[in-house]
């Protein structure tokens, strides 16, 4: 569905991804993983087009998308909740969901009842004001957002940061009903291993700009946790 193939970028002549290579399969979710600062964001904004790659492809259902510009990009299939959210904290629940349906129209109209049954809470807060939510229902908000653009593949970029554990829990049941009804492919930047072990199909684990381990998530054994992921 999703393919990255020797992707480099550079920051002020830096670089700081060294020839990624990543592939998000149809009906899979995703888990991109590594310590701080080894490249997972910019990865996934090189994927969206809010950061210029020196060279790679990335490619979409097979067609080549990293040339085009992100709002392309998203009306093609690309759907990214970045980290923070980036809701409208003056907009109510509501008006921040309509945001999506004015910009895509019929497609994003017909999936509001949809988001609604994945994100109910959302249901009981349609007047209430984005900023005045907690992290965790704001999270919840920025993902059904994204999810009313009817994406083939959902970017998140830590969705659990900040997240109280029972919050986190209807985000990754949402997530797995996402998945096993096979419209969607989930690509995810995560530090949180047992989100990860419980819901991924699949790892990356990136280090110094690149990845340096990939397989089923059965795979991801202790040794490459304490080499790549322990602090």
Do not use: W
Not at 72 to 93: C, E, K, M, N, S
Not at 157 to 173: A, F, H, K, R
Not at 195 to 212: E, P, Q, W
């Amino acid at each position: 569905m999703l393919s990255l193939s020797n992707i480099t970028v550079s920051y002020d002549g830096s670089r700081v991804l060294r020839g990624v290579e990543l592939t998000v399969p149809e009906k899979s979710l995703i888990c991109l993983m590594g310590r701080n600062g080894v490249g997972k964001t910019t990865t996934l904004k090189s994927i969206v087009g809010l950061v210029k790659t020196d060279s790679g492809s990335v490619k979409l259902a097979g067609e080549e998308i990293g040339k085009l510009a992100p709002d392309v990009r998203a009306r093609r299939g690309i759907g990214y909740v970045p980290q923070g959210r980036d809701i409208f904290p003056h907009l109510t629940v509501l008006e921040n969901l309509r945001i999506s349906v004015v910009v895509h129209g019929n497609r994003a109209a017909d999936q509001m009842d949809r988001v609604l049954e994945l994100f109910p809470i959302l249901k009981e807060f349609l007047q209430r004001k984005g900023g005045v939510l907690s992290g965790g229902q704001q999270q919840q908000l920025a993902i059904a957002r994204a999810l009313l653009t009817n994406p083939k593949v959902l970017i998140l970029d830590e969705p659990t940061e900040g997240i109280q554990p029972n919050i986190i829990d209807l985000i990754g049941e949402a997530l797995l009903k996402i998945k096993r009804e096979g419209k969607i492919s989930i690509l995810l930047v995560e530090q949180y291993l047992d989100f990860c072990l419980s819901i991924g199909d699949y790892f990356h684990i990136m280090d110094r700009g690149a990845v340096v381990a990939h397989g089923p998530i059965a795979d991801l054994n202790q040794d490459l946790v304490r080499k790549h992921l322990t602090v």
